[in-house]
């Protein structure tokens, strides 16, 4: 099951994930997350390049891999990919729902955050929006949550 989140800079997106995770991992769900670095002008920062697995990966390595005794991180060299081939090549694990935030234009379900109407009537024009979050609207949170279990249980048998 895959879920977006999107909408413009500073909409609270991320904020949005991040409750939607946690009452998620409330529940008993297992939670995968992509994000989409929009900012064309700068790329992502990678970890310090101090550490053992980024100095492989600064000497040239395409791919790096460190295993802790909980966690593990990769970080790869990939050309710029669309969502779809992200999901098939990067989620590595069996989860039951992926949220990202961004890629407006992929094909999937989405919820809105907005903060203007001229900003939702723009993102209402996106394929699948399914939901629209404004964070001072009363009982925000609780309708989405409402809406988010019926959406997850409308897709699956858990």
């Known amino acids: 099951m895959i879920l977006q989140i999107v ?3 500073n909409s609270g997106k991320t904020t949005l994930m991040e409750h939607t ?5 409330s529940k ?8 989409h670095h929009g900012h064309d002008v700068q790329d992502i920062e990678l970890q310090e390049n101090n550490v053992d697995h980024m100095k492989h990966f600064q000497a040239g390595a395409d791919q790096s891999i460190v295993q802790g005794s909980a966690y593990q991180q990769t970080v790869t060299r990939a050309h710029k990919q ?7 090549e990067s ?8 949220l990202v935030e961004g890629f407006k234009n992929e094909e999937f379900d989405k919820v809105v955050v907005y903060r203007t109407q001229e900003e939702l009537e723009q993102l209402k024009q996106l394929s699948h ?9 009363e009982n925000a949170q609780a309708n989405y949550e409402k809406w988010l279990i019926d959406w997850i249980e409308q897709r699956t048998d858990i």
């Open 7 to 9: 909408g413009f800079k």
């Open 21 to 25: 995770v946690k009452f998620l991992k």
């Open 28 to 35: 008993g769900y297992t939670v995968s997350t992509i994000k």
């Open 82 to 88: 669309n969502l779809t081939q992200i999901i098939d």
């Open 91 to 98: 989620v590595t694990i069996t989860c039951n729902i992926i």
């Open 129 to 137: 929006v399914l939901f629209c979050y404004h964070f001072q609207e």
